[in-house]
């Protein structure tokens, strides 16, 4: 199947900080991209939709100033969390679809973002 | 609007015996897609199994069958033979044919296999 990877799998940084997340479909293109956040025993929240050469659609009540979402190639889009706080920590998962005509998206592995 | 859910938060099942996840959703949309996935404890989302609202036919995918029950709006996962391995979060995930076509899911329900 379609793998998607995600850089850094874990990373912790100072409170203030800003951090970058990548997500890349490896062996396919991806023309949407989704990026989600899930706290511990719970389920998976949609922060937003990318897509390629376009803005981010952002789910209502996530600040699009805070997370900033980039899709600039078929292959890759990032996540940036600018001023970190620590209620910004949590487990962010990306996932890509190949095209509104496909059914499944396949996941990246996740980012455990821990802020101190 | 969409909305997924599962009333199980925890579930235990003896090894090699099935075991019945359920899943009931609602949406407004006429056609759609049901979708199950598996998150083990180091966090990757596994695709299972994708039953779309007009087949005719219930999935299946090995051991992972989707019980889709369209009047009752209810997309059950059942494994058979459930193996030690089968531990984790499932999670039931729907998308419509609205605007974004995303993913919405369930709250999950956490599946352990006894030996």
């Known amino acids: 199947g379609a793998v998607v990877s995600q850089h850094p799998s874990w990373v912790i940084c100072k409170s203030g900080t800003s951090v970058k997340i990548e997500c890349r479909s490896l062996?396919?293109?991806?023309?949407?991209m989704f990026w989600y956040r899930q706290f511990p025993k719970q389920s998976l929240m949609l922060m937003a939709t990318?897509?390629?050469?376009?803005?981010?659609?952002?789910e209502q009540g996530v600040e699009k100033d805070k997370f900033l979402i980039n899709h600039a190639s078929l292959t890759l889009s990032t996540l940036t969390v600018t001023s970190a706080h620590p209620e910004d920590s949590s487990f962010y998962i990306c996932s890509a679809r190949m095209g509104r005509g496909y059914n499944e998206q396949f996941f990246g592995p996740g980012t455990r973002l821990t802020v101190l | 609007a969409q909305k997924i859910t599962q009333t199980q938060p925890g579930m235990f099942v003896q090894e090699k015996e099935a075991v019945t996840l359920d899943c009931t959703y609602d949406?407004?949309?006429?056609?759609?897609?049901l979708f199950w996935y598996k998150q083990p404890s180091s966090g990757e989302m596994i695709f299972l199994i994708y039953?779309?609202?007009?087949?005719?036919q219930n999935a299946t995918e090995g051991r992972y069958s989707l019980n889709f029950q369209k009047a009752r709006k209810s997309a059950n996962l059942v494994i058979s033979a459930s193996q030690l391995g089968d531990s984790a979060m499932y999670f039931c995930a729907m998308r419509g044919n609205h605007a974004g076509n995303m993913l919405t899911f369930g709250g999950g329900t956490r599946l352990m296999v006894k030996p």
């Open positions: 990318s897509n390629e050469g376009s803005k981010a659609t952002y």
């Open positions: 039953q779309g609202s007009y087949d005719q």
């Open positions: 949406t407004s949309d006429p056609s759609y897609g």
């Open positions: 062996d396919f293109q991806a023309t949407t």
